[in-house]
């Protein structure tokens, strides 16, 4: 599968994005505590933007906001959207299943809601992406055509 | 509040233990990569191993390896050549191997590996080539 030209800025905004999200639904759920609703919806942004990138909530606001403004530089990189639209749909299916757990049992749904900010900051700080390492896992096993 | 410091605590004792489990990984496959053979060369060279789908390769690795100059890279697609992957732990992109002259590995690096490191270890290995030739 032939690589093409992903605009990076646009990966750092979603990152940040959802790091900034998850952490407002953290601490602000202390306080007040309907603040836990911004994570099922993060999960429903993340997802819908894996299958329909013209609908990712974060990367439009790059696109159409940002970038045109010139508050936030294009990044390109020669590379595959397919490996970090697989991170982002794992995100999203992170945050799902964590605002499954929020009511019942609000630990488990808080702690599975920041992984995901976690690892979202990790790849945003240091560029390390564990989502595109299981997808070469993946790949490497033949479960995924990632190559 | 209990529920946030709860989940705290949780998240921490994770990424703590993935911390250690990949340390641990790393040191493991590193033990059994190290002496792994392929083709020898007249130099010192290094593996590349990397992948379509490896970001960090274009954005951090290959930036670092055009830093080193005049020094043989063999560029291995990990998912294509599965085999020599294997055969050198490859559990992450990228992976960087320094190759002494006749092909075995000296330094097996998981992971981005800064230009410094690899043009010490490829000083070491060339040093380690030149007792071999003189002994």
């Known amino acids: ?147 | 509040m209990n529920a946030q410091l709860w989940a705290l605590a949780v998240v921490g004792i994770v990424v703590l233990a993935a911390a250690c489990l990949e340390a641990f990984r790393s040191r493991r496959a590193r033990k059994r990569a190290l002496g792994a053979v392929a083709a020898p060369a007249a130099d010192p060279y290094i593996l590349y191993f990397t992948g379509d789908g490896c970001t960090v390769c274009r954005t951090h690795q290959e930036p670092a390896l055009a830093k080193l100059g005049a020094v043989r890279i063999d560029r291995v697609d990990a998912i294509a050549d599965r085999t020599l992957a294997d055969r050198f732990h490859v559990y992450t992109l990228p992976t960087t191997v320094v190759m002494s002259p006749e092909g075995r590995a000296l330094h097996v690096n998981y992971g981005y590996t800064t230009a410094p490191k690899l043009e010490r270890q490829l000083a070491e290995a060339r040093g380690s080539a030149m007792q071999a030739a003189t002994a």
């Not at chain 1, 790091?19 to 953290?26: C, E, H, K, Q």
């Not at chain 1, 970038?67 to 991170?87: C, L, M, S, Y």
């Not at chain 1, 599975?112 to 990790?122: E, I, N, R, T």
Request: include cysteine; glycine fraction near 8%; charged fraction near 10%.
């Open chain 1, 1 to 147: 599968m032939a690589t093409q030209v992903v605009d990076h800025s646009a990966l750092k905004v979603n990152q940040t994005g959802i790091v900034a999200t998850v952490l407002v639904a953290f601490v602000g759920s202390a306080f007040y505590r309907p603040a836990l609703l911004l994570i099922p919806l993060l999960a429903i942004v993340l997802l819908v933007g894996t299958f329909a990138p013209q609908l990712a909530l974060f990367k439009q606001f790059y696109f159409k906001f940002l970038k045109p403004r010139g508050i936030v530089k294009p990044r390109p990189v020669q590379d595959r959207p397919e490996t970090h639209n697989f991170a982002q749909g794992l995100g999203g299916v992170f945050l799902a299943v964590a605002s499954i757990f929020l009511l019942p049992l609000p630990v488990v749904g808080l702690a599975l809601a920041l992984l995901v900010a976690v690892l979202a900051f990790v790849n945003l700080a240091f560029g390390y992406c564990l989502g595109c390492q299981i997808y070469f896992q993946l790949g490497k096993r033949g479960l995924i055509k990632a190559s």
